[in-house]
């Protein structure tokens, strides 16, 4: 299959070759990586080398399966995600998800795809289990997330979890650099008009869920190295640090704008 995915992911994307070439496809995915990763594009490929009659384990790009899942119009798929007028993903959806799944399909199966499966209510969730149990006939069911803890372990525990990553070389990005510079001030205690400074303009969502990506990649390291130009970061500082990124992903999928997400973030771990 033909993912528009960096070098990182090769030895996944044989994998998942693999495992559709010889039919060995769970009933259930969590796709799972950082905002700069386009989710949608991948599952649709996955969809399509799933679905598509012509190549078996890949897709042809030409056939009437192909084009459609291109165009989003395909019978057999299914998309689920939060609607602009709400901040999260509600049990209707669910319900109205497993109705479509309970019709016999077009095709050999099902295939939905979820996306900011994170923003499902508790209560959606729990929905959603009943489906992951007892999946309709070969259906399958690929949730898309920034970050999978934000799923119930319930859910978890019934999904194969792929990890896609993304580059993410500082020297090489200036969104990377500037993440970088900002978690230095933050968890330096630098004061605020020093980080505010760092932060610059901060008005575009997807521009802000970028660094909240590439601070959480710094955080990584900085756990494996724990040592940054002579600066030490304690483990329960960097995983506050985490904890509060997260907290900032969540309150900007929700709605919140971006400079209100991040100046809390700020002073949540700045002081």
């Known amino acids: ?12 994307i044989r994998r998942i070759s693999s495992s559709v070439e010889s039919g060995s496809v769970s009933h259930a995915y969590i796709v799972e990586g950082p905002a700069t990763v386009d989710k949608p594009a991948f599952a649709k490929q996955f969809a399509k080398g799933i679905l598509c009659p012509r190549r078996s384990g890949d897709d042809c790009g030409r056939c009437p399966v192909c084009q459609k899942i291109d165009h989003d119009n395909h019978e057999d798929l299914i998309f689920v995600s939060r609607l602009k007028t709400k901040a999260s993903i509600g049990i209707d959806q669910i319900r109205d998800m497993q109705h479509q799944l309970s019709i016999k399909p077009n ?9 900011e499966s994170g923003l499902m209510t508790e209560e959606a969730q729990n929905c959603l289990l009943k489906t992951l149990e007892e999946p309709p006939g070969a259906s399958v069911v690929v ?12 859910i978890r525990s019934r999904c194969i979890r792929i990890r896609l990553e993304g580059s993410s070389i500082a020297g090489d990005d200036p969104m990377a650099r500037r993440a970088e510079e900002i978690l230095e001030h933050v968890l330096g205690r630098s004061p605020f008009y020093k980080t505010k400074k760092a932060l610059g303009d901060v008005r575009d969502r997807n521009q802000v869920l970028q660094l909240i990506d590439h601070m959480e990649n710094r955080c990584r390291q900085l756990i494996l190295s ?12 960097i995983s506050e640090c985490v904890d509060s990124l997260e907290k900032a992903r969540t309150q900007l999928r929700q709605g919140l704008t971006p400079g209100s997400v991040m100046k809390r973030f700020v002073l949540r771990v700045g002081g």
Do not use: C, H, K
């Not at 033909?2 to 990182?8: A, C, G, Y």
């Not at 724990?226 to 500082?237: H, T």
């Open 1 to 12: 299959m033909r993912f528009d995915l960096s070098q990182e992911n090769e030895s996944l």
């Open 226 to 237: 724990r040592n940054d130009n002579g600066v030490l970061y304690s483990p329960r500082e």
């Open 107 to 115: 095709g050999p199966r099902y295939l939905v795809i979820m996306d």
């Open 143 to 154: 949730l898309l997330t920034d970050n999978s803890e934000a799923l119930l372990p319930t």
